[in-house]
């Protein structure tokens, strides 16, 4: 019995000298992964391009002397008056996707710039987490090494 006495008390300094060998470290905080710093896509050259270009003619606009640009002018006529109410609708349709692609751009670029602050934000939770795991873990530390029937201050 005083054999395994003995042998538990070795056992306690054992972990005991080992804790106090183990330095207490903070969990490390890595800032969260962002991806790849880039442009707002509402600057994007393909929107760009799309605003330029995206009306499409409502008249012939051949030009020329001589029976060859005469007749070119005359078809180009006909067939935009032929063509006009498709030529129209087409026009429409084609402005409302440009203005559809605008607003798709303006909230993408509104939800990266949300999770960006999103980010920074947990960043700070997480760092302020950290801080009080350690401020914590020296208090409770300093608790157990204190001898023993002293109270503390």
């Known amino acids: 019995m005083g054999e395994a006495a003995l042998g538990a008390s070795e056992l306690v300094e054992q972990v005991r000298e080992r804790a106090n060998r183990l330095a207490w470290a903070p969990p ?43 007749i070119r002018r005359v078809v180009g006529r006909f067939v935009f008056y032929a063509l006009r109410h498709y030529l129209q609708a087409e026009r429409d349709l084609i402005g409302h996707l440009v203005r559809l692609n605008d607003d798709l751009a303006k909230r993408c670029d509104e939800l990266t710039e949300a999770q960006r602050e999103l980010l920074d934000e947990l960043d700070s939770r997480f760092a302020d987490a950290a801080t009080s795991q350690e401020k914590l873990a020296t208090m409770l530390d300093r608790g157990v090494h204190r001898p023993p029937g002293d109270r503390g201050a």
């Open 28 to 70: 490390a905080h890595e800032p969260l992964e962002r991806t790849l710093e880039r442009r707002r896509l509402h600057d994007h050259p393909g929107l760009t391009y799309a605003h330029r270009h995206w009306a499409l003619p409502d008249h012939s606009s051949e030009t020329g002397r001589g029976p060859k640009a005469w």
